[in-house]
């Protein structure tokens, strides 16, 4: 069964730094893509970042330039460095996995989320 469990989340004030991890298990990793969903209050879940197999990134505009997705293939884990938060960057954040190498569609893999609170 595939399982991913995010971590790092808390309460940082604007301006901060956060990063959150996900250790994942019992998927086709590697080969896959994989994401950075969030959501808020009221809002449907957007994608932040995801990252392609071969480890092509790619952010939503809202976030591009202060956040930074890795992976490492060897771990099965996924990384989001977030940097110069901002109050609108409230949400629970969510890692994903995709079943193909680009992130296309609605990924079938979900973790339970982590909340990430940045304080004004």
């Known amino acids: 069964q595939v399982q991913l469990v995010e971590s790092g989340g808390g309460l940082v004030q604007a301006g901060g730094s956060l990063t959150l991890s996900c250790v994942t298990s019992?998927?086709?990793?590697?080969?896959?893509?994989v994401g950075w969903h969030r959501q808020a209050p009221g809002k449907q879940r957007e994608l932040v970042a995801s990252m392609t197999s071969t480890q092509v990134p790619n952010y939503a505009d809202s976030v591009k330039g202060r956040f930074t997705i890795s992976r490492d293939n060897a771990k099965k884990e996924v990384y989001l460095r977030m940097n110069r938060l901002v109050p609108d960057d409230t949400a629970v954040y969510y890692c994903?996995?995709?079943?193909?190498?680009?992130?296309?569609?609605?990924?079938?893999?979900w973790g339970q989320g982590t909340q990430v609170t940045v304080s004004s």
């Open positions: 994903t996995l995709y079943d193909h190498w680009l992130p296309v569609r609605t990924p079938p893999y």
């Open positions: 019992g998927g086709a990793f590697a080969i896959n893509a």
